[in-house]
């Protein structure tokens, strides 16, 4: 029996996100002992994602949590104001909690389990789940294609992480991307207060929820003592629709009861 990997994934709903969620959920597919907390930012659960998750052949869960207007990103703003996801990751670590104090500590949903928090438009190898199955406290690892660089890491010297290699304030406690970094259940439980900070400055949002749970010697570095990239920050464009909308005013747009 596999520890458990909970996965956490944000989404919201645009243009691209069954796309997403199917390219997400193939890569879980392969992923033994996985189960996905599918949280999105909604009012109310939405029957793509609902019939979406039926018919993916994953363990999941689905919730929803909307994030409140004065948090949420205004069209045209700078995407580094406020950050995304805060709000639904906090929705995915009460549900861990609820269910990891009904089960017990003992059971095996829970012991030895990992969370994971997982965006839906990242790229993921499958190697990546196992480097961080067997994680104590709170896993590391370097992260592709994010912060205007090739790629960010823990910098490991004698086996523990002693710095980061970052381009952008490498003063944060936890100059880490959400990609790059996986924590035990356990440890969840055990600090029920640690979260998200929805407020957290541009960057520092790992950071308000690592820094509650680990210190920087205590992390664990994973892939090859943080030699090697396993997943990587990509961002999917945002289709164009001119010719649908131009269509539309012809009343010759695409079928709008087909689900995209
Ligand atoms: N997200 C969300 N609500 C939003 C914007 C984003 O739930 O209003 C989710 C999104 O689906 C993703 C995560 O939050 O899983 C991070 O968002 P995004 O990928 O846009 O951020 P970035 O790539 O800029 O870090
Ligand atoms: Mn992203």
Not at 136 to 155: A, D, H, I, N, T
Request: proline share 7%; net charge neutral.
């Amino acid at each position: 029996n596999l520890p458990t990997i909970y996965v956490v994934t944000p989404t919201y709903a645009r243009l691209v996100q069954k796309a997403e969620l199917t390219r997400l959920a193939q890569t879980f597919l392969h992923v033994p002992q996985l189960h996905w907390v599918l949280v999105e930012d909604s009012a109310h659960p939405t029957s793509l994602v609902r019939d979406f998750l039926a018919a993916s052949g994953l363990t999941y869960t689905h919730l929803h949590i909307l994030t409140p207007k004065d948090k949420k990103l205004q069209e045209g703003d700078p995407s580094w104001l406020k950050p995304r996801g805060a709000e639904q990751r906090n929705e995915g670590l009460r549900w861990l909690r609820e269910m990891g104090v009904a089960a017990g500590e003992k059971s095996p949903a829970v012991e030895n389990a990992v969370v994971y928090f997982a965006d839906d438009d990242n790229t993921y190898s499958l190697q990546l789940f196992e480097e961080m199955r067997y994680t104590q406290r709170v896993s590391v690892w370097p992260v592709g294609l994010v912060g205007g660089m090739r790629f960010e890491r823990p910098v490991v010297e004698g086996g523990k992480v002693v710095r980061f290699h970052t381009g952008w304030r490498p003063s944060r406690p936890f100059p880490i991307d959400m990609a790059g970094f996986a924590v035990s259940l356990r440890l969840v439980l055990a600090n029920p207060d640690a979260r998200f900070d929805g407020e957290a400055q541009m960057g520092y949002l790992e950071s308000s929820f690592l820094q509650n749970l680990v210190t920087m010697e205590e992390l664990e570095p994973k892939a090859d003592m943080c030699t090697k990239v396993l997943v990587w920050h990509t961002r999917t464009e945002k289709p164009k629709m001119k010719r649908e909308e131009a269509l539309q005013k012809q009343g010759l747009g695409s079928d709008p009861a087909v689900e995209v």
